[in-house]
């Protein structure tokens, strides 16, 4: 995967799931998720996107 900042993959990915015309429920949950995953890599003083930070997050909301 090429280089991109998380705030600009999130946007992407907003874009792509237009489409499919979610209840706003969920897409206010997915709206929820994006901003605690951009707060956790800010967090971390990463603004580009990482696998290896993205599944330190995962990780630690599966302890929650």
């Known amino acids: 995967m090429d ?8 946007v992407q990915t ?4 237009r489409s ?10 997915y709206q929820m998720a994006w901003r605690e995953l951009t707060d956790y890599f800010i967090e971390n003083n990463q603004v580009m996107f990482s696998q290896q930070l993205a599944e ?7 302890q929650n």
């Open 14 to 17: 907003k874009d792509s799931i």
């Open 3 to 10: 280089e991109i900042a998380i705030t600009e993959l999130i």
């Open 20 to 29: 499919i015309e979610y209840k706003q429920e969920t897409v206010d949950r």
């Open 56 to 62: 330190q997050y995962v990780l630690s909301q599966k």
